[in-house]
């Protein structure tokens, strides 16, 4: 399969397993060590880790209380990297996320202007609560996410590497929330879903955060590991009916194409761009490493279906008024596109 794969070969077989279990072992440490905080939501780490092996950028949608917030900077933690919490809230200003120009006078007496980094100056963001700020603030966090650099006064500052938003929101229908635009809604590898735990879970949960204080989370990894990580990622094999397939889950998501099912045309609005199957792709890969396998496939997509297209595909009212969600749209299309037989 390796000789009919797209993307560049790992020198011998050897080597290939030597990575693959270097991978797998660092997932299990992983593990181990956000156990000492996190109990449970097992999809949700997976889905992160998943999105920082593949160096994307991750939106985690839940109530509040869920432990969003941690379960974050628990990850930067385990990573050794810089980590920034940005607060958002209705009166936030981009200048407080990217940074600002202030006047100062020299010793000289001679004046200019010094541009003062803000908080998204770190390998790890933090945007808590996104949507409670509006579009124009979301807004400064697009030329980050995509260039991995900051403008100011024609001035550009690259940002540190490796560099990831990880970002939580509200259910929207929450007061007090703005919907995020499209355009930055696409820059988002994934969109998790944070649900409640199962009862025994979260009595797991009370019991240890009212009897003692959790035990100190030991970095395992560096950043020069995770750019490492990024490199072996985009070179595992990946078969070309693979690629074909996460193409056609989301080209199947966009109405009024030829192909496109009559559930579709019905219910959604607006479907999922290029960016879809490049992430389902990239994920894939990184999610078969995690697992201890060096190819991809189709369960590997399959997986990843829903947090790459949920936030990507705009249900129109009829769905609404029948009670439709977009995840339901994404079962029906799971069924409907042909699943790769080799």
Known sequence: MIGEAVGVEIDSYEQEQAVVEQIRDGSRRIREELSKVIIGQREVVEQLLITLFAGGHCLLTGAPGLAKTLLV??????????????QFTPDLMPADITGTEILEESTDGHRRLQFVRGP??????????????????????????QEHQVTAGGVRYPLDEPFFVLATQNPIEMEGTYPL?????????????????????EVDVVTATTSRRPEPIEPIF???????FHEI???????????????????????????????????VSWGAGLRAGQYLILGAKARALLQGRSHVSPDDIRALA??????????????????????????RLLKHVAVPTQ
Not at 73 to 86: G, N
Not at 120 to 142: G, M, S
């Open 233 to 267: 990622v985009r070179r595992v094999p990946v078969a070309r009916e693979m690629v074909r397939y996460a193409v056609r889950l989301a080209a199947a998501s966009r109405p009024g194409q030829a192909e496109t099912p009559a559930f579709v045309n019905d219910w």
């Open 181 to 201: 635009p499209e355009a930055q809604l696409d820059r988002f590898m994934f969109n998790v879903m944070i649900d409640y735990l199962p009862e025994d879970e």
């Open 306 to 331: 829903h947090a790459t297209l949920r936030h990507r595909t705009l249900i129109g009212y009829r769905a609404e008024a029948e009670g439709v969600t977009v995840d339901d749209v994404i079962d």
């Open 73 to 86: 900077r628990s990850i930067a933690q385990v990573f050794h990297l810089k980590f920034q919490r940005i």
């Open 222 to 228: 560096g950043s020069d590991d995770v750019l490492r």
């Open 120 to 145: 998204i100056f770190a390998n790890v963001i933090l945007a808590d609560e996104i949507n409670r700020t509006p579009p124009k603030t979301q807004a400064a966090l697009l030329e980050a996410m």
